[in-house]
């Protein structure tokens, strides 16, 4: 059965509804990210190493780190229930590991006279419980 088939006719009738409200906007990444990528592979052709050239493709295009590891975490459950199905024997995408990720900025860290003009910014009453969840 083709990816797209799968999607339209098992996967989004009878999963989608049972998410919350939420939830099923991230689903909406599988008609623009996944399906065209997908679709018209069959669901056994599906390979761990076409998923993970997938995915650092789309870190190379400047995906976020964040956005590439939904479509991972989302492609796994379109393929975890192929599986529970017995669509497929095994789910291709389960090993697949994600590059380490990396920060885009180093973190900055307030400066003194920044914590000092925080703390008077407060108003008097918040000031005391502000400087002791400081530390």
């Known amino acids: 059965m083709l990816f797209s088939r799968f999607?339209?006719?098992c996967f989004e009738p009878g999963v989608l509804?049972?998410?919350k409200f939420a939830?099923?906007?991230l689903f909406a990444s599988?008609?623009?990210y996944l399906i065209p990528r997908f679709g018209g592979h069959r669901l056994c052709d599906i390979s761990r190493v076409e998923v993970?050239?997938?995915l650092l493709e789309k870190l190379r295009q400047g995906f976020a780190?964040?956005?590439t590891?939904?479509?991972r975490h989302l492609l796994s459950k379109v393929m975890g229930k192929a599986v529970n199905w017995d669509y497929v024997p095994n789910n291709p995408v389960r090993r697949v590991k994600m590059p380490e990720r990396t920060l885009k900025r180093p973190h900055r860290f307030l400066t003194a006279d920044e914590v000092r003009r925080l703390v008077a910014a407060q108003p008097s009453f918040l000031r005391k419980s502000f400087l002791s969840d400081l530390g």
């Open 7 to 9: 999607v339209a006719e």
């Open 17 to 19: 509804p049972t998410l």
């Open 23 to 25: 939830t099923r906007d």
């Open 30 to 32: 599988l008609a623009q």
């Open 52 to 54: 993970q050239q997938y």
């Open 65 to 67: 780190w964040e956005t």
């Open 69 to 71: 590891n939904h479509l």
